[in-house]
Each structure stands twice: as C-alpha cells, then as structure tokens.
DNA sequence: CGGCATCCGGGGTGATACTG
DNA sequence: CAGTATCACCCCGGATGCCG
C-alpha cells in the first residue's frame, strides 16, 4: 500500500490554520459525507461501502477514504488471516464527533432545500 | 449586470437533493466562509469586504458574492442616490441561519486543530 | 467604486486496465 | 477482495486589463 501522506490533499492547507476552513477540508470530497454517513452504524468493508454508494469506482474510493484516514477521521484494519482478507473501515474517535457537524449541515440543508425545492423543480 | 442565473455553480447539482451536500455546496468555495464571516455582523460594502478579505482580488470577490446571491444566502443591495454609489451585501434570513452551521464548523475545527496541532508545527 | 471579459494553471474526479 | 497506475476532462479560482 502507498503511503498515507501521498493521500494528502494539496490545497493550501495554509490557510492560517483557520478552524472552518480545515473543517471543509476534511469533508471536501465528492463521496466523503456519503462515506461518513455509512460509517456512523459501525465498521464497513470496503465492498459493503462500494455497494453502498452506487457509482463510485473502487479507485475513487480508495482515494477517499485514504484522505479521510490521512485526515484521522478514519480507521482502517486489516484481517490478514481470513480468506479471502477483509478490510475494514471504521470512524476514529475524531470521525464520530464529525457526524454531528454533519448532522447540522443537513438540517440546515433540508431547510434550504425546502426554501428553494419549489423553484428547482421548475427549472429541469 | 450580468443574470444571477450565470454565477449559478455547475458541478453537478442533480446529488438527488442531498441536504448536506446542498449545504456544503453554498459554502465551498476558496473566501465563502470569511465573507459568509465578515457578514454575520451586518451589511459591508464591496470594498470593505475586500479590506477584510486580505488577498482577495476584486474579481474573485465578485464572483463570490455573486454565487452566494444566487443561492439565496447573501442579498445585494445598489444605492445609486450617492456618488460615488455604494454597494452593501448582507445575509439573507437563510443566510444568518447559516452562520449557526459555520459556528458548529468553526468548533469541530478548533479541536480538530487542537489534536492535531503539535503534529502540523512539526512537518514544515 | 464596483463590475466584466479573458486567459490560464491546477486540483478533483471519473474511466479503464492491471496486480497480489 | 482490495488496491494501484495512467490518462483525460472540467471546474475553481487567480491574474490582468478595460468599462461605467
């Protein structure tokens, strides 16, 4: 396996350390939220996430849940013993505090939603 | 001026009406947070936010503002009456629901940064 | 003072094919 | 089953110069 400082994502992460702004870093991502959002019920493996995020390809997963482990948001373990080896993924102590910021982006989101829904529907 | 419509953000915003990624959406982008920031305590002028926005160009400035116009959580507001005329951006009601959002950001982020801290001083 | 047009680079992400 | 390597596209955002 590569190394996990070459999941580091590269944008300025010099932001003066700006605590909102390293916040969305972490969760910037195409499939993070979805991922997180499936980890919260406990360990998945890498299969059972695939599966549960339809579309994603398995190199897109890698890289996100790479970045989110780089991040100490995640926790990846290996059962080398089992035939064939599973892979497990599960929330760090960090990645459980997270799902409560997520929990407060969707309700203010479902109201957003809500606010506009009418008017997107119209437009496609 | 150009339509609202024309700043309206491309990426695909057909993700089946997730809320959090709705959210998440409405303040990705490189200065959202900061103005979203300088905003909380009352309407600026353009050129006060790009004072406050140290770095920002004045077309980058524009761009954002406009983009959080179109998603409804920053109201526009022309007085032609002076000269030289102003021009004060402030937040909508959704948008001050969404300092709430960023307030949560801002608190995860701090401990985040915290955990991380000694780590991050050491690498550069 | 505020805004627009244009060029341009880089990172994020998808598609595909291959490995232990 | 899980992961890697490579290619390619596209949007975001910075820089510059001009306009009312």
Redesign the interface.
């Given at each position: 396996m590569k190394s996990l400082a070459d999941y580091e994502q590269k944008f300025d992460r010099l932001h003066e350390?700006?605590?909102?702004?390293?916040?969305?870093d972490?969760?910037?991502g195409r499939w993070k939220?979805?991922i997180l959002?499936e980890l919260k019920d406990g360990p998945r493996r890498f299969s059972q996430l695939q599966a549960a995020l339809a579309g994603i390809t398995a190199q897109a997963l890698t890289v996100q849940l790479r970045q989110l482990e780089a991040d100490?948001v995640v926790v990846r373990t290996v059962h080398p013993e089992e035939t064939p080896f599973r892979v497990e993924y599960a929330l760090s102590e960090?990645g459980k505090?997270?799902s409560?910021?997520?929990d407060?982006?969707?309700?203010?989101?479902?109201?957003?939603?809500a606010?506009?829904?009418t008017r997107?529907t119209r437009v496609a």
């Open positions: 350390d700006c605590p909102v702004r390293a916040a969305l972490v969760i910037r939220p979805s959002y100490g960090a505090t997270l409560g910021v997520l407060q982006l969707e309700t203010w989101g479902v109201g957003y939603l606010r506009r829904g997107r």
